[in-house]
Nanobody
Framework: VQLQASGGGLVQAGGSLRLSCVAS????????MGWFRQAPGKERELVAA???????SYADSVKGRFTISRDRAKNTVYLQMNSLKPEDTAIYYC????????????WGQGTLVTVSS
């Protein structure tokens, strides 16, 4: 599986962006997917994840503002980000793991999200 993330950009605080992550190489129906982010000088953190059974979970910092979803027909996972804050500024990465694994082993390239105040 290869992952291609897109959708980042510059947005004002309070605005919205939708990130996309397209998987290629094989069907990713049996994979759990995650969106991570890394801000300058900070550790990478998991912000949203969706299981192979489409159960979603979120970091407390984005709960109620971000929504992760997947379109199996398009082999794509989305991260809808609303009410963006300057502290959401980071490089966002999508990642995948087979549902029986704990660690995310497949990573896409990052897409930069910049939120201006």
């Amino acid at each position: 599986v290869q992952l291609q993330a897109s959708g980042g950009g510059l947005v004002q605080a309070g605005g919205s962006l939708r990130l996309s992550c397209v998987a290629s190489g094989r069907t990713f129906g049996s994979y759990a997917m995650g969106w991570f982010r890394q801000a300058p000088g900070k550790e990478r953190e998991l912000v949203a994840a969706i299981t192979d059974g489409d159960s979603a979970s979120y970091a407390d910092s984005v709960k109620g503002r971000f929504t992760i979803s997947r379109d199996r027909a398009k082999n794509t996972v989305y991260l809808q980000m609303n009410s963006l804050k300057p502290e959401d500024t980071a490089i966002y990465y999508c990642a995948a793991r087979p549902y029986w694994e704990i660690k995310y082993a497949i990573w896409g390239q990052g897409t930069l999200v910049t939120v201006s105040s």
